[in-house]
């Protein structure tokens, strides 16, 4: 049976698509493929908004506006992208900005995809003002041709979903807030025993973890592109956030420990954890590893991210390499670790390939 309700399509860090899939059937919407670094679904206005404020691991959600199964002629990519009903959502006065990207199709010029695809829209809806003005925040628009099919697609979100507004300040080598959720819902975090981050940085993992653990949704205390829509009803929103926000849970009993061996560091997390009020839960210590954890008690869980020596550089990280296995081998400490760094024992690892930015990494877990 063929449903109603609008398409969307979901992006996310490379290899978080089956973790992105398990959240959005989570929240209550309909998942029908899955792509590299995408995840389309289905959903009304209150599923959408849903999704864009507690969503963990997707970047971006796009309301897909027009589809073809096959599109290999320009005239093809303007008559689809003309077909959307644009005026429903983009107030005439506002700018366009439009993104494209093809990957093994038969039209792979992607500016001239931009051109034509703006000029369509501006041709349904009558007028378009310029990228260059400044003064209003644009509608984002994505031409998507995969394999010579194609997808034109509304940006829903704003900024992307990453910035959650507790971390303004962050580290030299930062991790996103997307990729830490993913590793956490990745290592089967559930809040049940004492979590702990030796290299807790800016304290991304830390909140990510708590916040999965406590039910908070991650986006409730910011603005969205939908919030622009001619057709947006701001009762559905404000209906739905507060849904949201009743479903998290009291911090009793959880405890997490951010520790990271530079003062400064351990500083700025401490801010970020008290921006996300989760200072009843998170612990923020100065200490080196692996003197951080070796007494510590277990079971623990413990998900982090230690120097690559990409972008930080660490004196001895065969050493430190080695620290961290002899942790995750003790009785009652599971969770896993990121990193691009080449590990010797590897092969006793389960490991799935991600991508930390432009660095490829792999998640390993015991």
Not at 196 to 213: C, K, L, N, W
Request: hydrophobic share 40%.
């Amino acid at each position: 049976m063929e449903s109603n309700k609008p398409l969307y399509a979901a992006t996310c860090p490379t290899g978080l698509e089956k973790i992105l899939e398990k959240e959005l059937r989570a929240l209550a919407v309909y998942t029908t493929r899955v792509e590299n670094r995408l995840v389309f679904f289905e959903a009304d206005d209150a599923g959408m908004m849903r999704v864009n404020m507690a969503v963990r691991t997707a970047q971006r959600i796009w309301r897909v506006m027009a589809h073809s199964a096959r599109c290999d002629h320009f005239d093809r990519l303007y008559e689809l992208a003309r077909w959307g009903e644009w005026e429903k959502f983009v107030p005439r006065e506002r700018p366009v900005r439009i993104h494209a990207s093809s990957v093994s199709s038969v039209l792979d010029s992607e500016p001239t995809m931009q051109k034509l695809v703006r000029r369509a829209i501006g041709d349904r809806i009558r007028s378009l003002p310029g990228d260059e003005r400044d003064d209003e925040e644009p509608s984002d628009v994505l031409a998507l041709i995969l394999r010579d099919e194609a997808w034109i697609m509304l940006d829903t979100s704003g900024a992307p979903l990453h910035k959650r507004g507790y971390r303004p300040r962050a580290g030299e080598a930062p991790i996103k807030e997307t990729l830490a959720a993913g590793l956490v819902l990745l290592s089967g975090w559930d809040g049940s025993m004492p979590f702990v981050d030796p290299f807790g940085g800016s304290g991304t993992i830390a909140i990510e973890a708590a916040q999965i653990a406590l039910n908070i949704p991650p986006n409730t205390i910011r603005s969205f592109a939908f919030e622009r829509f001619l057709c947006h009803t701001p009762e559905t929103f404000v209906s739905q956030r507060v849904a949201l926000d009743a479903r998290a849970k009291t911090p009793e009993g959880l405890s997490i420990r951010c520790i990271d061996a530079d003062v400064t560091m351990a500083e700025v997390a401490w801010e970020n954890v008290d921006r996300a009020w989760l200072l009843a839960c998170i612990s923020v210590e100065t200490a080196p590893f692996p003197e951080s954890v070796r007494d510590y008690p277990a079971p623990f869980h413990c998900v982090t991210n230690p120097p690559y020596g990409n972008r930080l550089k660490s004196d001895n990280l065969p050493e430190l390499y080695r620290e961290l296995s002899n942790m995750f081998q003790r009785d009652g400490v599971s969770g896993g670790f990121i990193t691009s760094y080449p590990i010797v024992d590897a092969r006793e690892y389960r490991n799935r390939k991600l991508r930390n930015g432009a660095i490829e990494c792999r998640f390993y877990q015991l």
